[in-house]
């Protein structure tokens, strides 16, 4: 039987078949199941395609995984060199963002759209908790959205208690969206208003961190308008995993578009003569955030090569 993988905890996955049946099902894989040339602590994860065979004795083992058209990982812990496989097989992701309640700073959402650009996954912005903004908050607001509204993303200011589910439903439709964010930002808030339902617990903002507490801690697909949403627990952050340091200016795109006028072929913008990265900087036709993420980028390469 063929079915898509909802939810897993590590040792069980649930299994929703792509048949008229309506009960995700319980599976296990055998210990030697692997996946060559990725190192992951999860051989298999949410949005993989796979088959499942029922035993004589009535459990379900999943025995098949169909080729991905696209993963998206992080690593597992700061420490190790494992990663994890957030998610299989997307059409997007989107990035809840909050400006403040709690603060998410550029260089997370630009980590997290090098990312995407990485695997090819087109990205999307959701601005949350426009609510709580002050005047000048409601300013930076608007700053970041026509900073990444220019370079081509789709952004949106939201407030997932007042939502307006009927605007947003088109952006959804049809598609498996990874939905990620910082713990508290409002991702199962945001998964319970779109959809209408009660799926997630939500957190309250603990007071002494400004963040939530993690209610969420694998990750889980939900169907929606006919596609998926994939709700991902607490990501601390998006990292040059996979990356080459020569190939990260091309995750972005202004940078990258940029970078074809400078001198050397393999300029990495940094100091190199006849520079038309630094020119634009100077000339403010690159943003000095985008610039600094491109920089902290640049340095978990640095990092990794002396773990
Ligand atoms: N004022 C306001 N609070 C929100 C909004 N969205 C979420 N919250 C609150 O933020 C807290 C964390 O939300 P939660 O959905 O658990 O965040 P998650 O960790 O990303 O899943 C909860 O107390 C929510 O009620 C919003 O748009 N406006
Ligand atoms: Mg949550
Ligand atoms: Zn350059």
Redesign the pocket.
């Known amino acids: 039987m063929q079915g898509i993988v909802i939810k897993s905890t590590g040792a069980v996955y649930w299994v929703q078949p792509l048949d008229d049946r309506q009960e995700p099902i319980e599976c296990r894989i055998k210990g030697n199941f692997r996946i060559k040339g990725i190192r992951s602590t999860n051989p298999v994860a949410v949005g993989d395609k796979v088959t499942i065979e029922q035993q004589a004795d009535g459990t379900n083992w999943l025995t098949d995984i169909a080729p991905r058209t696209n993963y998206i990982i992080r690593r597992s812990t700061n420490l190790s060199k494992q990663t994890h496989i957030l998610a299989a097989n997307l059409d997007q992701a989107a990035l809840?963002v909050t400006i403040a309640h709690p603060a998410t700073s550029t260089t997370f959402i630009d980590r997290f759209l090098a990312t995407a650009e990485a695997y090819n996954i087109p990205a999307i912005l959701l601005f949350?908790?426009i609510?709580?903004l002050t005047p000048t908050e409601l300013n930076t607001l608007k700053e970041w959205q026509t900073l990444y509204e220019s370079l081509g993303y789709t952004t949106r200011a939201i407030?997932?208690?007042q939502l307006d589910q009927k605007a947003l439903t088109p952006l959804f439709e049809k598609k498996v969206t990874l939905l990620s964010?910082h713990?508290?930002?409002?991702?199962?808030?945001?998964l319970n208003a779109i959809t209408g339902k009660e799926l997630t617990r939500?957190?309250?903002?603990s007071d002494a961190h400004d963040t939530?507490m993690h209610?969420?801690t694998y990750s889980q697909m939900y169907h929606f308008g006919n596609g998926w949403l994939i709700d991902t627990p607490?990501i601390k952050g998006f990292g040059a995993v996979e990356m080459e340091k020569e190939e990260i200016s091309h995750y972005f795109r202004e940078i990258f578009a940029i970078g074809r006028h400078c001198r050397y072929d393999n300029c990495m913008h940094i100091g190199e003569p006849h520079c038309a990265v630094q020119e634009a900087l100077a000339e403010n036709k690159i943003a000095p955030s985008r610039f600094n993420s491109y920089l902290s980028l640049l340095g978990d390469c640095d990092e990794a090569k002396y773990r």
Do not use: Q
């Not at 713990?183 to 945001?190: I, P, R």
């Not at 939500?202 to 903002?205: D, L, N, P, S």
């Open positions: 809840l949350n908790k609510d709580l407030s997932a208690l964010g713990s508290g930002v409002g991702k199962s808030t945001f939500t957190a309250a903002i939530g209610t969420t607490g």
